[in-house]
């Protein structure tokens, strides 16, 4: 499984992805979240090549669930779904395991076979997509 995040720059508002970073500056006196791309380490010679990071405002870091969508899109923490019988979901990180959760509050362990039996695809996030969760609540 690979580890990957995704989170909104704090300059400019887009996706970034990649490997996240936590860090308390003590310059600024805050903490940090930086998303780092592109990042290729050469273990022989034990330093990192080509990176870009960006400060993302925190809480819009989330992390890839390494389950896809019926359309084959990467599925985060946060993302808005709907089902084959058009049931708006909700991905979330819950007890140690990705679930899925509807309008009713039930919840159920997100499975790549869930996935392709409910036809899921992925049709905004909660950050980007704010009026789609009114379909949730």
């Known amino acids: 499984m690979e580890i990957k995040f995704r989170g909104k720059r704090v300059d400019n508002g887009e996706w970034v992805y990649g490997c996240f970073i936590y860090r308390y500056s003590s310059l600024m006196k805050k903490n940090q979240c930086f998303i780092v791309e592109n990042i290729d380490f050469d273990i022989r010679k034990n330093w990192i090549e080509s990176y870009c990071a960006y400060e993302v405002i925190e809480e819009t870091v989330g992390q890839s669930t390494d ?57 905004g996030n909660i950050f980007d997509n704010k009026e789609l969760l009114e379909e949730i609540k």
Do not use: P
């Not at 923490?77 to 140690?96: M, N, P």
């Open 67 to 123: 389950l896809k969508d019926k359309n084959g899109k990467d599925i985060y923490v946060t993302d808005i779904l709907i089902d084959k019988t058009g049931r708006t979901l909700y991905c979330a990180f819950e007890e140690c395991q990705f679930k899925i959760t509807d309008k009713y509050g039930g919840t159920i362990k997100m499975t790549q076979d869930f996935i392709n039996w409910f036809e899921l695809e992925i049709i």
